[in-house]
């Protein structure tokens, strides 16, 4: 084992622009990157009275001001299965720690045919921030094949170990999201070894289509390629992925609307309400494509917004209002960010 480093290092007034997908500057009062769960309990230690921000790779969220706190960017690494794998059992439990690269470790498990990740494929980030918004994607939530997540509560130095139904996840949302009190330091996924397709997402379907059996490499293959088509590479295009929620309308807002837009995505939810596409909503409001000044909504997919060169955050902040603003003028519907904003 590492030992603990008394002197780890503290950088002051740190620049934030590459601890963000969306390039935005900001200096971070204190920065430091533990490398060991004892280095990250001494950080915490030694700022105990600050305001604590932790960054993983920085892919949903961007900067308007400086941060007048503590910046935490772990680096703790390690993948431990935690079942046999040379035993043929059905279930698979393995433990991940939070600063693996999401996509690394999906990859490593379709190589050995673990079984339930393969729709979550290429979404930027790290593993210890799946959980944290439930990542979603192709009819996929990872909060479907968690067990445990295991963090550490930043006031206290705790560690803590949460059940799945502990995490209280939602569409993109979980505890972890709306109290930012706790820093997640591994997750504990269970997976599956028999694989059948079960078809549930229509754009995934289709790239499918001419497969009979797809196997979980053709499933990850095929997201990839989806993905690739659709949206804008974050170091090509600074972005943060899709930057709002998609909407839940009720009933009567839909019918309203399904007048004049016959073809609006409407999925009718257990409580009643309808999930709606945020991207259908700013299509047809004007905003597809568009740009004002540095900032835009990417043209193949205007959930997401794309920055062409501005590094104040608050340029960003101007378009979504715009946007915000387009959508509640045509469709009465107030879209929510996804991306968190600090
Ligand atoms: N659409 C349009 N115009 C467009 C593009 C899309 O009207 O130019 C409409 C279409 O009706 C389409 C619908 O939007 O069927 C849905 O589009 P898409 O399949 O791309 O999915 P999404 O609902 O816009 C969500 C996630 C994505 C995830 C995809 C694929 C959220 C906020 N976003 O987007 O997640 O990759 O589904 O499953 O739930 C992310 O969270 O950062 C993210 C990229």
Redesign the pocket.
């Known amino acids: 084992m590492k030992p603990i480093n008394p002197e780890m290092d503290y950088y002051r007034q740190f620049q934030l622009k590459n601890y963000n997908s969306f390039k935005t500057e900001a200096l971070a009062k204190i920065f430091c990157q533990p490398n060991t769960i004892e280095e990250l309990r001494q950080c915490l230690k030694d700022h105990s009275n600050e305001k604590k921000l932790v960054i993983g790779s920085g892919c949903?969220l961007f900067f308007t001001k400086d941060f007048d706190g503590l910046v935490i960017h772990p680096d703790i690494k390690g993948v431990r299965l935690i079942s046999d794998e040379e035993e043929e059992d059905e279930d698979i439990f393995i433990e991940v720690n939070a600063s693996e690269d999401w996509d690394e470790f999906v990859a490593y498990c379709v190589e050995r045919g673990f079984v339930g990740l393969e729709?979550l494929s290429l979404?930027p980030g790290t593993v210890g921030a799946a959980p944290i918004?439930n990542?979603?994607?192709?009819?996929a939530e990872v909060k479907d094949v968690i067990r445990e997540v295991v963090a550490v509560d930043m006031e206290t130095g705790e560690t803590i170990s949460f059940s799945n139904a502990e995490c209280e996840f939602a569409?993109?949302n979980s505890i972890f999201k709306r109290t930012e009190k706790y820093l997640v330091i591994s997750v504990v996924f269970h997976l599956k070894r028999t694989f059948v397709y079960t078809p549930k997402?229509?754009?995934?379907n289709k790239e499918l289509e001419e497969i009979a059996e797809p196997t979980i490499q053709d499933v990850r293959d095929a997201v990839i390629r989806?993905?690739q088509r659709?949206?804008p590479d974050e170091k090509v295009l600074p972005n943060?992925?899709?930057f709002?929620?998609?909407p839940y309308i009720t009933q009567k807002q839909t019918d309203k609307i399904l007048i004049k837009y016959p073809?609006l995505?409407a999925y009718l939810q257990k409580d009643g309400l309808i999930k709606t596409?945020?991207?259908?909503?700013?299509?047809?409001s004007g905003y597809?494509g568009k740009r004002i000044g540095d900032i835009g909504t990417y043209?193949?997919?205007?959930?997401?917004i794309v920055n062409y060169g501005s590094t104040d955050g608050n340029d960003i902040i101007r378009f979504m209002k715009e946007v915000q603003h387009a959508v509640k003028g045509t469709f009465d519907v107030e879209l929510e960010p996804?991306v968190r904003i600090f």
């Not at 596409?277 to 047809?284: P, R």
């Open positions: 949903n729709n979404i918004q990542i979603g994607a192709y009819g569409y993109r997402y229509f754009d995934l989806i993905r659709k949206l943060a992925g899709s709002f929620k998609n073809d995505p596409s945020a991207a259908f909503l700013i299509d047809k597809k043209p193949n997919q205007p959930l997401i996804e």
